[in-house]
């Protein structure tokens, strides 16, 4: 089952909840929007810090200009113009971090708006508007789910691997989900992937296939019976 959850990288006040419990989203479709004043501040600041400094550069490379000028006149020395290089340098490894604090609080106010990362179904929300949250909690906002496709899960004896692989390097494979009670089916699919590997415990291997699922009769986290054709 592909899934994935919409979790907080900034600390502030949940101003918005766009998405209703249970509904299904797009890709990209607003789900919340976290109060973004704090951080926009934070670049606004970034971006007078920036200026700043670009204004004192310009005036320094003009001074710089000026003490070569009257170095070669032998009216300064030349410890004034590195000393001024030095100071032109500076100001220039300034603005270059002010640029830095400038995308980094970009990014920042970016995560602000919390978007669907995936096409799915909302769950529960696990946050209400007004609360504050942290980029340290573990409960996110909501538990985005995909359902179409869904994936599904199940397992061979491992003294099938060879038959299965053989099949596969043919053509796609069909996949019959049932209920528990093997009577009844609940949709066809196409074999995805053979894991990788083994697990040694069990003597088994993992296999996933891909089902279309329009009818939504399959369902995250369900228990299933899957069955694997590979001849008629």
Avoid: C
């Avoid at 310009?58 to 290089?85: C, Y």
């Avoid at 199940?154 to 093997?182: H, I, Q, W, Y």
């Amino acid at each position: 089952l592909g899934q994935s959850q919409s979790m907080t990288t900034v600390l502030g006040q949940l101003d918005k909840v766009a998405f209703t419990e249970g509904q299904d989203v797009k890709a990209g479709d607003l789900l919340a929007q976290i109060d973004p004043r704090p951080l926009q501040a934070q670049l606004e600041q970034a971006g007078a810090q920036k200026a700043s400094h670009e204004a004192q550069l310009a005036d320094a490379k003009l001074d710089l200009e000026r003490f070569s000028n009257l170095e070669k006149r032998g009216t300064a020395t030349g410890q004034s113009v590195d000393t001024q290089k030095a100071l032109v340098a500076q100001l220039e490894a300034n603005i270059q971090a002010d640029q830095a604090a400038i995308d980094n609080a970009r990014v920042q106010l970016g995560y602000t708006t919390i978007t669907a990362p995936i096409s799915g179904r909302t769950g529960m929300r696990l946050v209400d508007q007004g609360n504050i949250v942290h980029a340290t909690d573990q409960t996110g906002l909501v538990v985005l789910t995909q359902i179409e496709p869904i994936s599904v899960v199940f397992t061979l004896p491992e003294d099938a691997l060879p038959n299965v692989a053989r099949s596969m390097a043919k053509g796609p494979l069909k996949v019959l989900a049932f209920s528990r009670d093997n009577k009844t089916e609940l949709g066809d699919g196409t074999l995805a992937l053979i894991d990788n590997q083994i697990d040694q415990t069990t003597g088994t291997i993992r296999l996933k296939a891909t089902f279309p699922n329009k009818d939504h009769a399959l369902w995250p986290g369900q228990f299933i019976s899957a069955r694997l054709y590979l001849t008629v």
